[in-house]
């Protein structure tokens, strides 16, 4: 009796990163889900979601929000996006990450050819009055300490792969030009 061959795998698609940064409330969140959404169901995707407030709660509780705490908390979430990357999963990463140094630190550790930087532009003004958590009330009132935009800077990026502007059509319209971006860097 002859054994079978084992029958051929499909290649399996390059993973990279998608990381997603702007202010509290430019939209990151928001646009991270429709795009795991879209990259599954439209691109038969695997995709993982790195949100940074989720994250917090289990990889880096331990860290609080001065600057160096911001910088581990975005090495652990760039060691966790280059290991899904390197297994054939698109990394979605929802981190306001507002230091250059943290973002270029993600972009050499998961490798510059599976790194695409998102800057996710809404204004500080649009950011206050969406306000999903109330952070930026409770900054401004003095209540909280270290709030990206208020207390602390945010240092938008130099030159981003793409750049999202959610101030303008909608969530819907945001990840139709997000998608034609990736698919303009040849990622999709």
Known sequence: MKEEEPAAREPRPEGFAVWMTGLPGSGKSTLAKLL????????GRYVEVLDGDEVRKGLSRDLGLSK??????????????KVLARNGVVAVVALISPYRSSRAEAREMIGAGRFVEVFVK????????????????KARRGEINNMTGIQD????????????????????????GLVMGLRRLGKL
């Open 122 to 137: 809404a204004p500080l003004s649009v950011c206050e009055q969406r306000d999903p958590k109330g952070l930026y009330a």
């Open 68 to 81: 160096g705490d911001r910088e581990e908390h975005a090495r652990r979430v760039s060691y966790v996006a």
């Open 36 to 43: 795991e959404a879209e990259l599954g169901e439209r691109f």
């Open 153 to 176: 800077p945010y240092e938008a990026p130099e030159a981003p792969d793409l750049t999202v502007d959610t101030t303008t059509g909608g969530p819907e319209a945001s990840l139709e």
